[in-house]
């Protein structure tokens, strides 16, 4: 089924080469392939590879699809029209922000954004304003589903947090891409330097620069869930297949970001999941990159089958430079606030366990 | 004095998707999408300009046969529910 989702997604992408079956689905596998598809939001490729005759589906089948793509086009409407209201929120308490993911990559990447679905939405804010934009979310009524380990810890080194709506829909603020030691070495202000807006209804938002998304795809691909889900392996794909893509850009970012590894790592995903033929300027690149020691541990610490979260906070320290830093990290995961911990709902045992590898683990360095 | 007839275009804060099964609208305000199947997606791609009943059914005409008449009026019907629903407005003439 995997071979199948895999040409699912790669509708579209010109250069990539996996097949569908050619022979018709049964109705219990039609099943379980549309069931795969909701889960990976994949429902508008299954309907347009279906329509453009590269998956055959009979017409009960045809009709089950678009109904569950219309459900899952109304789902993303109401996440467009609470964007629009963070976006007003933010806007009216004088906080700049970029929209990530989902709806950027709908409405910029995609002739026609009712393929590209999404579950939740993506904003990014700066590191200064991180305290305000949490506040003006909490005094709009949506709930911080985590709290932060220590005073301050979110600001100078998380990834972001999940708000939850009144009516159960998700919020997730970032201040980076993602935890652990790529993100640390991100520099945050390349990310405001620019940016792309698009039009939501009668209000323009602005979305990161073209490179700066295919490099969020990237570190998203490669960090995220193991394996590699494929929507975002598809975005990756779109991303580094759009002629208009600076692909020089986007190498020296990561680059100069010490993410070099995340970016081979993610775009050989892409092209061997969707095996596509096509080279360019940033699968040269990949194809020629070397992993080095450290790219290897930090990238098995993060986005591996084997990833932990001690062995990550481990890579994290080393990620940092300032020695105050590193101590400020390391107390924040060692002895972290009881807020957190309740909100993790996760007693203190288990984090004394936790606590226990990370040490026992830098001991062995 | 003679009537003007009204003119339509999309309600500009209304977010919008082609689906499955055809148009679908969340006017603001609302929470569940308004989806309009048929010529629905040809119709509002219509009304991305300000335009009538007339026009429409004149521009539909190339796609959908029937009697001129009834279309301007099953037309003038859709959008009056639509512009209920908060979908569309009228636009300034």
New interface residues.
């Given amino acids: 089924m995997s071979d199948v989702l895999a040409a699912i997604a790669a509708q579209g992408l010109l250069g990539a080469t996996v097949e569908a079956p050619a022979t018709p689905f049964d109705d219990a596998a039609f099943d379980t392939m549309l069931g795969e598809a909701v889960a990976h939001r994949l429902t508008g490729y299954l309907?347009w590879s279906a329509n453009d005759g590269r998956l055959r589906l009979t017409d009960d089948q045809l009709q089950h699809?678009?109904?569950v793509?219309?459900g899952a086009?109304?789902v993303?409407?109401?996440l467009?029209?609470l964007l629009l209201d963070v976006h007003g929120l933010f806007a009216a308490a004088g906080i700049e922000i970029r929209v990530l993911k989902g709806p950027a990559i709908a409405h910029l990447d995609h002739l026609?954004?009712?393929v590209r679905t999404f579950g939740d939405i993506d904003v990014l804010v700066r590191s200064e304003d991180w305290e305000r934009a949490c506040a003006t979310l909490t005094d709009a009524g949506h709930r911080r589903r985590y709290h932060e380990p220590r005073p301050g810890f979110d600001r100078r080194f998380g990834k972001g947090v999940c708000f939850v709506t009144p009516d159960g829909y998700e919020i997730d603020l970032h201040r980076t891409f993602t935890s652990g030691p790529f993100a640390l070495r991100i520099e945050l202000d390349d990310l405001w330097a620019d940016g792309q807006t698009f039009e939501?209804?009668?209000?323009k938002v602005t979305a990161l620069s073209r490179e700066h998304r295919l490099l969020h795809a990237c570190y998203h691909a490669a960090l995220g869930s193991w394996p590699p889900q494929l929507s975002p392996l598809r975005d990756v794909a779109l991303l580094a297949l759009d002629h208009r893509t600076d692909h020089q850009r986007v190498i020296d970012a990561a680059v100069r970001w010490g993410g070099g590894a995340v970016v081979a790592r993610a775009v050989q995903g892409a092209w061997s999941r969707f095996e596509i033929g096509d080279v360019v300027g940033i699968s040269a690149f990949a194809d020629r990159y070397r992993y080095s020691d450290d790219d290897e541990r930090d990238l098995a610490a993060s986005g591996g089958a084997e990833r932990s979260y001690p062995a990550q906070a481990a890579a994290s320290i080393r990620a940092i430079d300032d020695p105050r830093d590193k101590v400020a990290y390391a107390r924040a995961m060692l002895f972290p606030e009881r807020s957190y911990i309740e909100s993790r709902d996760r007693g203190y045992l288990r984090r004394l366990v936790r606590a226990v590898r990370l040490v026992t683990r830098r001991g062995q360095r | 004095m003679v009537d003007r007839p009204d003119v339509w275009h999309r309600h500009p804060d209304a977010l919008w998707r082609i689906g499955g099964n055809g148009l679908l609208v969340l006017p603001p305000g609302a929470v569940e999408p308004v989806a309009v199947s048929g010529p629905g997606p040809a119709v509002w791609e219509l009304l991305a300009e300000p335009c009538t009943a007339d026009e429409l059914a004149g521009a539909l005409a190339t796609t959908y046969t029937g009697d001129p008449d009834t279309m301007v009026s099953d037309l003038q019907q859709l959008l009056e529910h639509l512009h209920s629903a908060s979908v569309v407005v009228r636009a300034a003439s």
């Fill in positions: 309907l699809a678009a109904d793509h219309d086009l109304a993303c409407l109401r467009e029209r026609d954004p009712a939501l209804g009668s209000t």
